[in-house]
T-cell receptor
Framework: AQRVTQPEKLLSVFKGAPVELKCNYS??????LFWYVQYSRQRLQLLLR??SRESIKGFTADLNKGETSFHLKKPFAQEEDSAMYYC???????????FGGGTRLMVKP | DGGITQSPKYLFRKEGQNVTLSCEQN?????MYWYRQDPGQGLRLIYY???????QKGDIAEGYSVSREKKESFPLTVTSAQKNPTAFYLC???????????????FGAGSRLTVL
């Protein structure tokens, strides 16, 4: 069975501080990981995926297979980054996406 | 505001009643999904459909039913057998199952169901 764990339900940082949202997964196959974000009064949307290896809105995430982690990082948080963030794991068949419990990021001025 | 349309936005139901939540997409996506969102539990997959006239159970399918008679429509029925139906329900779609577009989900705005 595949499982995604986001240990922090709430993360509060000041503007300009670094931020790291943790995500750990368990999966016996070759994982494909995603970060989805939901800003206030907006729909849930894809932020980034590990196979793209891109930085979106200053966020990056590296897949660490040894530690089974896919932490989301940003060196300098902005107030507009405040949102709910979900880590997600896809199975090999690509037909099932399992989400973590989510972390609410609050960036204080 | 194209993409995925869910209706109704809010729904109240008495215990023992079945209710159906609508999900329509105009993205020409093959795959569609229903998730349940509860505080602190993230999103849990109820059902998914990879193609018309085919659907599969997700992690929490008990008490729910779906149909996929048309590519653009994937309605969810919450039956009286669902023991704790009060929740926020999200519909999503993706271009295809497998391949580079898989799991790049487009979400609807959601439907909030409250059982009185």
């Amino acid at each position: 069975a595949q499982r995604v764990t986001q240990p922090e339900k709430l993360l509060s940082v000041f503007k300009g501080a670094p931020v790291e949202l943790k995500c750990n997964y368990s999966y016996s196959g070759s994982p494909e990981l995603f970060w989805y974000v939901q800003y206030s009064r907006q729909r849930l949307q894809l932020l980034l995926r590990h196979i793209s290896r891109e930085s979106i809105k200053g966020f990056t995430a590296d897949l660490n297979k040894g530690e089974t982690s896919f932490h989301l990082k940003k060196p300098f948080a902005q107030e507009e980054d405040s949102a709910m963030y979900y880590c997600a794991l896809s199975n090999n068949a690509g037909n099932m996406l399992t989400f973590g419990g989510g972390t609410r990021l609050m960036v204080k001025p | 505001d194209g993409g995925i349309t869910q209706s109704p936005k809010y729904l109240f139901r008495k215990e023992g009643q079945n209710v159906t939540l609508s999900c329509e997409q105009n993205l020409n996506h093959d795959a569609m999904y229903w998730y349940r969102q509860d505080p602190g539990q993230g999103l849990r997959l109820i059902y998914y459909s990879q193609i018309v006239n085919d659907f599969q159970k997700g992690d929490i399918a008990e008490g729910y039913s779906v149909s996929r008679e048309k590519k653009e429509s994937f309605p969810l029925t919450v039956t009286s057998a669902q023991k704790n139906p009060t929740a926020f329900y999200l519909c999503a779609s993706s271009p295809q199952v497998g391949g580079s577009g898989a799991n790049v989900l487009t979400f609807g705005a959601g439907s909030r169901l409250t059982v009185l």
